[in-house]
């Protein structure tokens, strides 16, 4: 398998050189299973994340592609992180250079519409959970290859020395949290009971852009304030939520710099007890199996954005790393012969049950690992929000008004930050940009 492993400096001179496409093939079906197939030449694949790379080198992705199609390469180029990644394919979109297949995420679907094939006729649609709710003007752009739902990871014996239980509600979250910040905090300056490194600014997504859906149950909310004028008045979802995540980003509880830490650095600190909870997605587990010198005190809880316990427990899970093939692909049959594949039984089964992440297969399922699965035994029956990132209306939006709700998460961490200010300002920023964009 080749791998291009490509630094930020790159990414100008990527959209200044051509890149090869499917090349040598000639362009027929997909052969037989056996080997046989006639289909031929290079397949470029672009991706940003560093544990998928890794595992698709360790199960040997390449060399199993290639036991049904011998004469096929594979050559895949990692960027160093998802900004760098958006970054380069949107310039490479424009110069015509995208890679033959790219990893999409919700969010980005309606983004590079134009420039992604319609696969709605692949097997793997068919037996995908979600992929027919991720339709962008009724076609198929990507398929999912995992889903992935949040969690919250804690220390049950920091908990429980400290004296506090898992949290059922915001305020119990704000409760413990402060009172873990008090018992572990006195005689350790650089702990932090709950853990996040906000100089990665993406690291607020857990609450920047998952609560606002949570508070109100609806996965398309991005959608929903897309037609409204002034989506962040008080009162209204998105309002509350911020509100909320405000209140507790500015409680202490986030030790004395977390906008000096990087995501690694905050990962590294409850891994090695330096912090009692963080809130990620199911993938950071095996970052914390790899760092922590054990995880027999590790459990896991959702995130508990309700009131009061009579409100309904919500949780979020969503489609991710959606494979799509690139109308810049020069033979789309192989492009779609390599996404087959992914979903088929020579490959899909090892590869889902190697990750934390769930099956987005109807025919290959897994159990959750042990420590995930604690979760849902606390929450059995939480109300499941499926997530949609945004469509072309919102993206319009968001271009317009330059409203990024990890940033704007981030922003709440910097002490004395005015966020009504900040609110009201959107409103009038997003009222104007629906008039000018004539979106009703």
């Known amino acids: 398998m080749k791998k291009k492993v490509l630094a930020a400096l790159l990414c100008a001179a990527m959209v200044a050189t051509s890149l090869v496409g499917c090349g040598g093939s000639d362009g027929k079906e997909s052969g037989k299973k056996d080997g ?34 011998p004469d096929v390469t594979l050559e895949f180029e990692k960027l160093k992180d998802d900004t760098e990644y958006w970054n380069a394919m949107k310039m490479r979109a424009a110069a015509n ?21 319609d696969i709605s006729d692949l097997k793997a649609v068919e037996d995908n959970k979600v992929a027919s ?22 220390w049950k014996d920091m908990f429980k020395e ?10 119990e979250l704000e409760e413990v949290s402060k009172k873990l910040q008090d018992y572990y905090g006195k005689d350790n300056g650089d702990y932090m009971a709950f853990a996040i490194g906000g100089k990665d600014e993406w690291t607020t997504y857990p609450f920047a852009e998952f609560m606002p859906s949570l508070i109100s149950g609806n996965g398309q909310n991005w959608n ?12 209204t979802d998105v309002n509350t939520a911020f509100k909320k995540i405000d209140s507790l980003f500015s ?20 891994a090695t007890k330096q912090s009692s909870i963080i809130a990620a997605g199911a ?34 899970t969503q489609g991710d790393l959606f494979l799509s093939v690139t109308s810049h692909c020069e033979n789309p049959e192989l492009a779609k012969a390599f996404v087959e594949f992914c979903f088929s039984e020579d490959w899909y089964p090892d590869h889902i049950k190697s990750i934390p992440d769930d099956s987005a297969s109807k025919t290959f399922t897994k159990e959750k690992d042990p420590i995930l699965a604690q979760a849902d035994e606390l929450q059995p029956e939480a109300e499941i929000v499926m997530y949609d990132g945004g469509g072309d209306d919102f993206q319009a939006l968001v271009a317009e008004t330059t409203f990024d709700y990890k940033k704007l998460g981030a922003q709440m961490l910097i002490p004395d930050f005015d966020l009504d200010e900040a609110l009201n300002e959107l409103n009038t920023k997003w009222k104007a940009a629906r ?6």
Not at 37 to 65: C, H, K, P, Q, Y
Not at 435 to 440: M, R, T, V, Y
Request: proline share 4%.
């Open 133 to 154: 709710g991720y339709a962008v003007d009724d076609k198929i752009l990507g398929i999912p290859l995992t889903m992935s739902s949040e969690y919250v990871y804690y």
């Open 283 to 316: 993938r950071a587990l095996k970052s914390f199996k790899d760092t922590a010198e054990s995880t027999d005190e590790l459990g896991t809880f959702y995130l508990p954005v309700r009131d009061d316990e009579s409100e309904p427990f919500r949780t979020v």
């Open 251 to 270: 409680s202490g509880v986030f030790g004395k710099d977390p906008l000096g830490l990087s995501n690694d650095q905050a990962y590294n600190l409850f």
């Open 36 to 69: 046989e197939s006639e289909l031929s030449g290079e397949l470029v694949i672009a991706l940003w994340d560093n544990r998928t790379m890794e595992l698709f080198e360790s199960l040997d992705l390449e060399g199993r592609f290639q036991e049904l199609y």
């Open 224 to 235: 929903t304030m897309a037609g409204q004028d002034e989506p962040f008045a008080e009162g």
């Open 97 to 117: 250079q995208l890679p033959d297949v790219m990893f999409n995420k919700t969010f980005t679907l309606s983004r590079f519409k134009e420039y992604l094939v």
């Open 435 to 440: 008039e000018k964009l004539e979106i009703k």
């Open 162 to 171: 400290a004296g506090v239980e898992v949290p059922d509600t915001w305020a």
